[in-house]
């Protein structure tokens, strides 16, 4: 079980970015996931979520309007599209692997923690 | 949004001495659907990315060491490592999932005296 964060990197102020992360090893089209990150020296700070199949999302304040969260599950693929950059944004991004949905006649949801975390990928804002 | 607290923020032990530490949340984190209470530990060490401790107040994830153990209800909640040993060096964050937007604590630094 795996998660492989790219598409880190250096951004101008005012630029854009697209984050991707990749799923090996577990169904991924039956799990919900997150991004979280993390700003140089700082705690941990989540920014965005998305249901399993893609239907609903959440963000943070911080993040609402100027990030978008989706995923391609043919690709098995999580997706950050971060618009509208500022310093504020510098820091490593984590990939997360969250809620598990099992569906029969109806889905049945069950929290086993964030268990699955990237190595992150680095963005950095700045001219 | 709820606010999550963290004591202490610094917390230095002798190797083989227990330590504990201690998370509060600004509201209830009991689920009175489901009866759960979305509370989580994550530790993590230096340079790594974090890893899950404890989901649901006192589950301990796959391959953590029983020395771990969490512990609490409601809004007050603790982490207990039995033993402290050189590996269990790092950042200690309790998180709260019952709703958005998902809040960490600051963080809680464990190293060795």
């Known amino acids: 079980e795996q998660l492989v964060e790219s598409g880190g990197g250096l951004v101008q102020p005012g630029g854009s970015l697209r984050l991707s992360c990749s799923a090996s090893?577990?169904?991924?089209?039956?799990?919900?996931m997150q991004w979280v990150r993390q700003a140089p020296g700082k705690g941990l700070v989540w920014v965005s979520r998305i249901n399993n199949d893609g239907s609903t999302t959440s963000y943070a304040d911080s993040v609402q309007g100027r990030f978008t969260i989706s995923r391609d599950n043919a690709k098995n693929t999580l997706y950050l599209h971060m618009n509208s950059l500022g310093a504020e944004d510098t820091g490593v991004y984590y990939c997360?692997?969250?809620?598990?949905?099992?569906?029969?006649?109806?889905?049945?949801?069950?929290?086993?923690?964030?268990?699955?975390w990237g190595q992150g990928t680095t963005v950095t804002v700045s001219s | 949004e709820i606010v999550m607290t963290q004591t202490p923020l610094s917390l230095p032990v002798t190797p083989g001495e227990p330590a504990s530490i201690s998370c509060r949340s600004s509201?209830?984190?009991?689920?009175?659907?489901?009866?759960?209470?979305?509370l989580d530990w994550y530790l993590q060490k230096p340079g790594q990315s974090p890893q899950l401790l404890i989901y649901l107040v006192s589950y301990r994830a796959s391959g953590v060491p029983d020395k771990f153990n969490g512990s609490g209800s409601g809004t007050d909640f603790t982490l207990k490592i039995s033993r402290v040993e050189a590996e269990d060096v790092g950042v200690y964050y309790c998180?709260?999932?019952?709703?958005?937007?998902?809040?960490f604590g600051p963080g809680t630094k464990v190293d060795i005296k």
């Open positions: 509201q209830s984190l009991l689920d009175s659907d489901d009866g759960n209470t979305y």
């Open positions: 998180m709260q999932r019952i709703e958005f937007p998902i809040t």
């Open positions: 997360v692997r969250d809620l598990l949905v099992l569906r029969t006649s109806r889905n049945y949801y069950y929290y086993f923690g964030m268990d699955v």
């Open positions: 090893g577990f169904t991924f089209s039956n799990y919900w």
